[in-house]
């Protein structure tokens, strides 16, 4: 097991941020059936892409304009890329309750775990794990 101080959490997070905002477009998250699966959103962020919270975390901001799903499925993975659309990390994808760095906020707690073709991506304000 390993243990950060929050300074130091909060500056490799700095850095993990300046590097999602490079690029000449938003940082976007792409949520995936499974690493590798089916793509069923592409989540657009905000420029800057996110904020350092008071224990160091990211905390993602997501664009004025809400994005649609492409898909219909059940998302378990996340890739978060920069403003060139590379991935710079990957993730567990879950709903609001669940422990996945990637939550997706309105799903029915206990409920199955469905984002719907046409629906909102609504990304939950939790903070990154990290």
């Keep these: 097991m390993s243990a950060y101080s929050v300074a130091h959490r909060g500056a490799r ?3 993990s ?4 905002d490079m690029g000449a477009g938003p940082s976007i998250i792409k949520i995936y059936t499974e690493q590798g699966g089916v793509l069923l959103a592409v ?3 905000a420029k800057p892409c996110g904020t350092i919270n008071a224990q160091g975390r990211i905390a993602l901001q997501p664009s004025a ?3 649609l799903v492409l898909a219909t499925g059940t998302p378990s ?3 978060w890329c920069d403003g060139n ?3 710079i990390w990957g ?8 422990p996945g760095p990637f939550q997706i906020k309105g799903t029915p707690e206990g409920g199955p775990f469905v984002i719907y073709a046409g629906g909102v991506v609504p990304l939950s304000e939790s903070a990154l794990l990290g």
């Design 43 to 45: 989540c657009r962020l």
């Design 85 to 87: 659309g590379v991935p």
């Design 91 to 98: 993730a567990a994808v879950t709903d609001e309750w669940g």
């Design 65 to 67: 304009d809400p994005d």
């Design 77 to 79: 993975w996340g890739e």
């Design 13 to 15: 997070n700095a850095a």
């Design 17 to 20: 941020l300046a590097l999602a």
